[in-house]
């Protein structure tokens, strides 16, 4: 069985990696039991989400500041790389 410690940082890697199905089925069987690393998921879970919004969020900001010509000059460079 898997510790609490170990269970949280494979849950912080599979925001960054697919786990393998060992590491999947290690950290399902841990949260059917343990309560405070189901609520450290859900809480990595709902600070990705978040961070994705405000970034979106940002970028939407930004490019309302930015005019036509310059948002197509960004986007250009940005498709040759």
Same mark, same amino acid.
């Given at each position: 069985?898997?510790?609490?410690?170990?269970?949280?940082?494979?849950?912080?890697?599979?925001? $960054?990696?697919?786990?393998? %199905?060992? !590491?999947?089925?290690?950290?399902?069987?841990? *949260?059917?039991?343990? $309560?405070?690393?189901?609520?450290?998921? %859900?809480?990595? !879970?709902? @600070?990705?989400?978040?961070?994705?919004?405000?970034?979106?969020?940002?970028? !939407? !900001?930004?490019? *309302?500041? *930015?005019? $036509?010509?310059?948002? $197509?000059?960004? @986007?250009?460079? *940005?498709?040759?790389?």
């Amino acid at each position: 069985m898997l510790t609490c410690k170990e269970v949280s940082a494979l849950v912080s890697q599979s925001l $960054d990696r697919r786990l393998s %199905w060992r !590491e999947r089925l290690g950290v399902r069987l841990h *949260l059917f039991i343990c $309560d405070a690393c189901t609520r450290f998921k %859900w809480q990595m !879970e709902f @600070l990705r989400r978040a961070t994705q919004r405000f970034a979106r969020g940002r970028i !939407e !900001e930004v490019s *309302l500041q *930015l005019s $036509d010509k310059a948002r $197509d000059r960004i @986007l250009r460079a *940005l498709k040759q790389d």
